[in-house]
C-alpha cells in the first residue's frame, strides 16, 4: 500500500474515500478525479488531511470524454505503478449491485489490490478481520491465506487496529436447509481441531502476532458478514486468485453473495 489510486466518480462518499486512503500511510496518492463537482471537497480534504511525508497527484479527466472508465482506470494505474486502487461502493436501493467493474479491473490488474469503500467511517481503533481458508491445504491456498494474513497483519499495524481473523468450516446449502447437519453440530465436532489448525498457521508465520481468532461453521457468505457485524468490523480482508468459490473471491458466486451481503469495506487481495 505505499502507492494507492483513489478513484473519484461521483460525489458520493469523497471525503471519506480520501480519509480512509490517506490512514493506511501511503507514500504516494494518485487521485483520479471523473466528476468535475467533485475537485473543491478533493483539494478540501487533502489540505486537512494530508501527511507532508505523502506524495500527491492529480488526474482530473472531468472535462474529457471517457467512453471506458474501467480502461482509464486500468491506464492510470499502471502508468502510476499503483499498488492499491481504492474505489466508492455504491448502494442503489431496491437493487442488486454489480461487480463487474471490479472483476475487470481485477482480472486485467495482476499483482494491483483493491479497496471497496462505503460511506460508514472507520473507528479510531479499527477492528479488521482476516479471512483464512484454513482446511484447503493445496499450494494455491496456501499462498493466498500467506498473503492475507500478511496483508491484514500490515494494515492492522498501520492503523494501529485489533486484528481478528476467521475460518469458515463449509457446509453445503443443502445439508443445511434439509437440517442433515446444524452448523453447531459441526462446529462441536470439528471447531477445536480448525481453531487450533488456525492458530498454529499464525504462528508459523508471524509467532508475535497479536489477533484474535474465530471459528465458524456454515456458508461463507452468511458467516463472514454475520462475525463482521458481531465484531463491529471496519474492513475485511479477502483473497481472490481468479477461480470459482470461496477462493475466486470476485469472479465465483459465493464471492459475490459475500460482497453483496457485506456492509463494511472490503480489501480484496491478489495472490
Not at 466528476?35 to 487533502?46: F, G, Q, S
Not at 508471524?206 to 458478514?225: Q, R
Request: glycine fraction near 4%; charged fraction near 25%.
Amino acid at each position: 500500500m505505499k502507492n494507492i489510486l483513489v478513484v473519484v466518480d461521483s460525489i458520493d462518499n469523497v471525503k471519506e474515500l480520501l480519509k480512509k486512503s490517506l490512514r493506511l500511510l501511503p507514500e504516494k496518492l494518485t487521485v483520479l478525479i471523473f466528476e468535475a463537482a467533485v475537485r473543491k471537497k478533493v483539494d478540501a480534504t487533502l489540505a486537512e488531511h494530508k501527511s507532508d511525508s505523502c506524495q500527491v497527484e492529480l488526474f482530473d479527466v472531468s472535462s474529457e470524454e471517457i467512453k471506458n472508465k474501467t480502461d482509464h482506470v486500468i491506464k492510470i494505474a499502471s502508468d502510476s505503478a499503483s499498488d492499491t486502487i481504492v474505489i466508492n461502493r455504491q448502494y442503489i436501493p431496491g437493487e442488486k449491485r454489480n461487480f463487474s467493474f471490479e472483476k475487470n479491473l481485477l482480472k486485467a490488474l495482476k499483482k494491483t489490490n483493491l479497496i471497496i469503500c462505503g460511506d460508514k467511517r472507520w473507528q479510531p481503533t479499527m477492528n479488521i478481520l482476516g479471512t483464512l481458508d484454513i482446511e484447503n491445504d493445496n499450494a494455491e491456498q496456501l499462498q493466498l491465506n500467506l498473503a492475507t494474513l500478511e496483508r491484514s497483519a500490515r494494515i492492522s499495524e498501520k492503523v494501529n487496529g485489533k486484528l481478528h481473523l476467521m475460518s469458515v468450516i463449509g457446509m453445503s446449502r443443502v445439508s443445511q436447509e434439509l437440517d442433515i447437519v446444524e452448523p453447531i453440530e459441526m462446529l462441536i465436532k470439528k471447531g477445536k481441531q480448525v481453531k487450533a489448525q488456525l492458530e498454529s498457521f499464525v504462528s508459523k508465520n508471524n509467532a508475535s502476532l497479536k489477533y484474535t481468532p474465530h471459528v465458524e461453521a456454515g456458508l461463507p457468505y452468511n458467516e463472514i458478514p454475520s462475525l463482521a457485524k458481531k465484531q463491529s468490523i471496519d474492513l475485511v480482508v479477502l483473497g481472490n486468485v481468479g477461480r470459482t468459490g470461496l477462493t475466486g473471491l470476485i469472479v465465483g458466486n459465493t464471492a459475490e453473495k459475500i460482497l453483496q451481503r457485506l456492509s463494511v469495506d472490503v480489501f480484496i487481495i491478489k495472490k
